[in-house]
């Protein structure tokens, strides 16, 4: 069993920066195991906004974060970070981290796929 814990959320202005972190209690090294960052915000399906392989160079980015999110790995800590800069009205949303194996042609976005989630860290950006 994996622990996630998130840190790092809070309110903005909008065109502001976060730093989310997630602590894994475990850290699995692997080409196909990955750790993500999901957001969800009320009424809306869980939507995945970037994902990193823990051994490797594998990033991928949602259109809607493409620019102004960086996802980055700090292996030696088991942790995983979220950079967000430029942040818009409509990044407000419960953060979520998630970790697990997937595999070749899994959809890194799909929370399904995903077997360890965290309790999440609320982002609110104001206009």
């Known amino acids: 069993q994996v622990q996630l814990v998130e840190s790092g959320g809070g309110s903005v202005q909008a065109g502001g920066s976060l730093r989310l972190s997630c602590l894994a209690s475990r850290y699995n090294y692997g080409h196909n195991y990955y750790m993500a960052w999901f957001r969800q915000a009320p009424g809306e399906e869980r939507e995945g906004v970037a994902a990193?392989?823990?051994?490797?160079?594998?990033?991928y980015y949602s259109d809607s974060v493409k620019g102004r999110f960086t996802i980055s790995a700090d292996n030696a800590k088991s942790t995983v970070f979220l950079q967000m800069s430029s942040l818009k009205p409509e990044d407000t949303a419960m953060y979520y981290c998630?970790?697990?194996?997937?595999?070749?042609?899994?959809?890194?976005?799909?929370?399904?796929?995903?077997?360890?989630w965290g309790q999440g860290t609320q982002v609110t950006v104001s206009s």
């Open positions: 990193i392989s823990t051994l490797g160079s594998d990033i």
């Open positions: 998630a970790a697990g194996p997937l595999g070749t042609g899994s959809d890194r976005f799909a929370p399904s796929e995903y077997m360890y």
